[in-house]
């Protein structure tokens, strides 16, 4: 019987380098597809949206101007969802608290039922008086100027969410229609002190927003890690914290989110959350005890404690931000119908349910489709956020809307949300460096300014994208606004 002649080691190996290639292709091919997709099935949503619009229009003579706001407004729900979302999700998933997956799923269905549930039943038809409504009182003139302010806003947060910066998607709209209303009907339309108000935001939303995460970060850090008996101090002040997040977030939904559906008071709202946030306090307190039995004394063990109330704050601020900021994109789009159904641009109009349907699953296609980008960098490119630190953005971001209800204050979801990280971030610097200096002093040796340099926990880069990203999104808005409604007047 003669030997078979066994193939020489080289071929496999020659075989197995082939292989790994073509492993490596279909990764590469894999990884480019992944946003072809994405960018796919957005489309395939605006056409779906357009066919609906030519449905509901019944053929009428208005039927191209429908289907074209219909468009627009789900091209720019599509875009709240990839920007806005990423806020209330980012340190949620920063904080290794919730993964992707389970981030996008929480938030399009709480962002879903913020909109259908609690979305704005009315709007103005000049999106919250930023133009007169006199100077813009021919239906065509307004037509076109509300067209141009929704593509205009969906344009910019486009670019925003390619370049990585989370900007106010309502700042988008309002830029949009008073860069419109200007080409329109002059600089004497726009409502100036308003637009002040606005401007004003700028600087008060991201300080407060980061000023009171910073104070719960410290506070935590006081009384709870840097205390001998960590577990001890858990049990006493989680329970606390957990109350003062449902007391924020019960008033913040009733005075940010359910006043559509019911009138509520400053005040009904604040007694309303505080006789929450008492209750869950208590009921509470055995949970934790729970949950904190058997558990070592260090600080890395207090981070569970934190996970599931992380969790709910996530979800609650979803709701609120379904519930407002659907109208960004839903608002113009309902008051365009209203005036082509209607012929007039004054008033207030009543939302349609399927123009509330295309802003709540726009909403929540591009948050799905388009989102996670702006999440992994809110939630962990920023700063590094654990459970306890996102925590305090999530409750800074529910108290200081209510904070600046309070004081009649205009103030930006977004830029509170963002500017909470950044103070978190900030503090966690000056607290390093200041146990550095003090351990330096104790031992004789002063840390060194590279040192220094080296311990910084906040992208500077990101500090600065963002930041610019905020100070030029109402121009920028504003002049693409007003570049489209030329462009619309002149091809109508």
Not at 292 to 314: H, T
Not at 468 to 481: E, Q
Request: glycine share 10%; aromatic share 6%.
């Amino acid at each position: 019987m003669t030997d078979q002649p066994t193939p020489p080691i080289n071929q496999w190996k020659t075989l197995d380098k082939d292989l790994r290639r073509i492993v490596q292709l279909e990764q590469a091919l894999l990884y480019v597809s992944r946003p072809m997709i994405a960018l796919s099935l957005g489309i395939l949503f605006i056409l779906t949206c357009a066919v609906a619009a030519i449905v509901l229009a019944g053929g009428s003579s208005s039927t191209v101007i429908l289907v074209t706001a219909a468009a627009f407004g789900a091209y720019m729900a599509l875009n709240i969802g990839a920007n806005d979302v990423a806020n209330n999700m980012g340190p949620a998933v920063g904080a290794n608290a919730l993964t992707m997956g389970g981030a996008l799923i929480i938030a399009a269905v709480f962002e879903t039922a913020g909109a259908l549930i609690a979305g704005g039943d009315v709007v103005s038809t000049i999106s919250g008086g930023i133009v007169s409504p006199e100077a813009v009182a021919d239906p065509d003139i307004f037509i076109w100027a509300m067209m141009s302010s929704l593509l205009a806003a969906a344009l910019w947060l486009n670019l925003a969410t390619w370049v990585g910066a989370p900007v106010s998607t309502t700042h988008s709209i309002v830029g949009g229609v008073m860069g419109a209303g200007i080409t329109a009907a002059g600089f004497g339309a726009v409502n100036w002190p308003t637009m002040g108000q606005i401007a004003a935001s700028w600087v008060i939303s991201p300080l407060l927003g980061g000023m009171i995460a910073a104070l719960f970060l410290a506070f935590i850090k006081a009384f709870i890690n840097d205390v001998p008996d960590k577990i001890g101090a858990a049990r006493k002040w989680v329970p606390v914290l957990i109350g003062v997040m449902a007391g924020a977030f019960s008033a913040y939904l009733a005075l940010k989110g359910l006043k559509r559906m019911i009138d509520i008071s400053l005040m009904t709202g604040l007694l309303l959350g505080l006789g929450i946030g008492v209750l869950t306090m208590i009921a509470t307190r055995p949970m934790v005890r729970r949950q904190s039995d058997g558990l070592e004394n260090r600080k890395k063990s207090l981070k569970k404690l934190f996970g599931i109330p992380l969790v709910v704050s996530a979800a609650l601020l979803s709701f609120a931000h379904g519930a407002n900021d659907v109208a960004n994109a839903v608002g113009p789009l309902a008051a365009i119908a209203h005036a082509v159904q209607d012929g007039g641009a004054g008033g207030q109009v009543t939302i349609p349910l399927w123009v509330m349907i295309i802003g709540a699953a726009g909403i929540s296609f591009g948050l799905v489709l388009f989102g996670p980008k702006l999440i992994r960098m809110v939630g962990g490119e920023i700063t590094k956020l654990n459970p306890m630190r996102a925590y305090c953005v999530a409750l800074s971001a529910a108290i200081t809307v209510i904070v600046a209800s309070a004081l009649g204050l205009p103030v930006s979801s977004t830029h509170i949300a963002v500017g909470a990280v950044f103070g978190v971030g900030f503090y966690r610097e000056w607290h390093a460096e200041r146990k550095a200096r003090l351990l330096g002093i104790e031992k004789g040796k002063p840390v060194a300014p590279e040192e220094r340099g080296r311990r910084k926990l906040v992208r500077r880069a990101h500090f600065l994208t963002i930041g610019a990203a905020w100070v030029i999104t109402v121009p920028m808005a504003a002049m693409m606004s007003s570049l489209i409604f030329m462009a619309l007047r002149a091809l109508s």
